[in-house]
């Protein structure tokens, strides 16, 4: 028998240019606002309903072969789970009893979705109740209230869902290489973005907070140990493009002045992280390749500049054993 260590490095999983959609921020911003705001009320449910486990890890959505979903989500004796299909533009919570309810997502007010998705819990049996503030968000509104963002471009959903499903295979590679502690390849419905973060193992100095609408303690117990993280979010915040962004927490002296790959990465001193166009990764000739040099080279300034014991967090390995 053959034990191998899984697919790392073969080229049939590596993509093309062609692989990446197009994700043009001005295109799609509308979007963008509504569907954050429609994953935080599924996110919220999912808070309110499950135990807290380190560095908020038991909020984030995951990619599916069909969008992103919770996972299971316990309800007295029961569970169920609740996916965004970006395949065919429904919201589904399935029951393990059996029980399901589906909504289209379409052009509505996120306060519509917001008394419908109340609605259809209590129509499963499983009465929720959530915070309706929005997290995270300067300004916000809340959900019930919300008649602002209401836009729903299927075509730029079904875009950002399969760049997603590219980005979660590589940076699953990159989290395949670290052996040091390490967070699962996830989805944010907080701050609206993919994320991954590896931890160096020493505590870290307690965090400032001051995140509208998210309490401090959440974010002194988020970066309770030195971390390099790395994600992506599709635009807003004053970067009015698609881009990989990566960090380092706290961020060692010199971090900043680190030379990084690949050339059109660069750091802003605005937001205090590297960041790479996503159009940069989507027209490269290898876009799995440039965005594995930016998730590495980042890695390496935060872990060097830091002095991060690298030998026993990072292991090398054959891409094939027998």
């Not at 809340?142 to 730029?156: A, C, L, S, T, V």
């Not at 994320?195 to 160096?200: D, E, H, V």
């Not at 802003?268 to 940069?280: I, M």
Request: charged share 20%; hydrophobic share 40%.
């Amino acid at each position: 028998m053959n034990i191998g260590v899984g697919s790392v490095g073969k080229s049939v999983n590596r993509s093309k240019s062609r692989d990446w959609p197009a994700l043009p921020y001005v295109n799609w911003l509308d979007t963008i606002a509504t569907l954050h705001m429609w994953t935080q009320v599924i996110g919220k449910i999912r808070l309110e309903q499950t135990p807290w486990i380190n560095h908020s890890w038991h909020v984030p959505f995951y990619i599916t072969a069909r969008g992103i979903e919770t996972s299971l989500v316990s309800y007295g004796g029961r569970s169920f789970s609740v996916s965004f299909d970006f395949h065919l533009h429904l919201l589904k919570i399935l029951v393990t009893d059996g029980g399901e309810w589906v909504l289209p997502l379409e052009t509505r007010a996120v306060s519509d979705f917001y008394w419908e998705v109340m609605a259809g819990f209590k129509q499963l049996g499983i009465p929720v109740d959530i915070n309706t503030m929005p997290s995270e968000v300067a300004d916000a509104t809340p959900f019930e209230q919300d008649q602002n963002n209401r836009q729903y471009d299927p075509e730029y959903a079904w875009r950002f869902w399969q760049a997603l499903v590219q980005m979660d295979r590589v940076f699953t590679e990159f989290r395949s290489r670290f052996i040091g502690k390490c967070s699962p390849v996830h989805f944010f419905w907080g701050s609206f973005d993919l994320a991954l973060t590896r931890f160096s193992g020493r505590e870290a100095p307690p965090h400032s907070g001051g995140i509208p609408h998210f309490p401090d303690w959440v974010a002194r117990e988020a970066y309770s140990h030195e971390v390099s993280s790395a994600g992506f979010w599709p635009g807003g915040g004053g970067v009015d493009s698609a881009c990989f962004y990566s960090y380092a927490y706290p961020k060692p002296q010199g971090f900043a002045q680190a030379k990084v790959a690949p050339d059109a990465a660069y750091y802003s001193e605005d937001l205090g992280e590297f960041l790479l166009p996503y159009d940069a990764v989507r027209t490269s000739r290898s876009p799995d390749d440039t965005l594995l040099d930016f998730l590495q080279s980042t890695y390496e300034a935060a872990a060097d500049k830091g002095m991060w014991d690298r030998s026993a967090l990072e292991k090398e390995f054959p891409l094939q054993a027998r």
